[in-house]
């Protein structure tokens, strides 16, 4: 059971250039989240989906593009890489409940540095 | 604004011990709250999910506990192991949105 799977694992970027980090769940999650986690900082949302064809802005989006057109991806696209841009970035999937306590899992990640 | 502080920003115990982490929260309307442990260079793993009702929940050597009316959270570690040593986060779930608050997490070492 492969889980939460993201690619690449590492990447730099120059300044300008464009790329999509990659999120696919095999759980059948339909709740899917990207986040990004600064050095020493908390993790902070980006962009959230409720499920295929539906995505919505969380703390962070500017800069940052998502799609969901299947249950399983999550791609996250850089559109303009900026030096404020490198981070670590988290993908994670969960399902909820009527009360919303559900577990949220997470892939390993990608590193993501622009130059 | 909703905002998730932890306590203390690092600790560093002798293997063996136990540890308290603390977890303050301001997040409204609150749907649940958990802990997450995140070892260097991995993605956060789940240690436990409370709801408004539960004040105390386990997972083996780790105990959380929940105190909705002071919006307070702490996760207790028994019999501390290297393999402890890891971020650990506390994550408050807004009701409704479902929208998650991540604090900063607390760095421990446990030390052999």
């Known amino acids: 059971n492969a889980g939460v799977t993201q690619t690449p694992k590492f990447r730099i970027l120059k300044i300008g250039q464009s790329m999509t980090l990659q999120c696919a769940q095999d759980m059948n999650h339909n709740y899917m989240y990207w986040y990004r986690q600064d050095p020493g900082m908390g993790l902070k949302l980006i962009y959230y989906s409720v499920g295929a064809g539906i995505t919505d802005k969380g703390e962070v989006p500017n800069g940052y593009n998502v799609s969901r057109s299947t249950t399983e991806d999550f791609p996250l696209r850089l559109e303009l890489a900026a030096p404020s841009q490198t981070s670590v970035y988290f993908c994670?999937?969960?399902?909820?409940?009527?009360?919303?306590?559900?577990?949220?899992?997470f892939g390993q990640g990608t590193r993501l540095t622009v130059v | 604004k909703n905002q998730v502080e932890q306590s203390p920003q690092s600790l560093i115990i002798l293997e063996g011990k136990n540890c308290t982490l603390q977890?303050?929260?301001?997040?409204?309307?609150?749907?649940?709250l958990r802990w997450y442990k995140q070892d260097t260079g991995r993605g956060p793993v789940s240690l436990t999910i409370m709801t408004f009702s539960e004040n105390t929940k386990s997972n083996g050597r780790y105990t959380a506990t929940l105190d909705a009316d002071t919006k307070q959270s702490s996760l207790h570690i028994t019999a501390s192991q290297l393999s402890d040593s890891a971020s650990y986060i506390c994550?408050?779930?807004?009701?409704?949105?479902?929208?998650?608050?991540f604090g900063r997490g607390t760095s421990l070492i446990v030390h052999p």
């Open positions: 977890c303050n929260y301001t997040v409204s309307p609150f749907s649940n």
């Open positions: 994550v408050v779930i807004s009701g409704g949105s479902y929208i998650p608050t």
């Open positions: 994670a999937s969960s399902t909820l409940s009527g009360t919303g306590n559900t577990e949220a899992f």
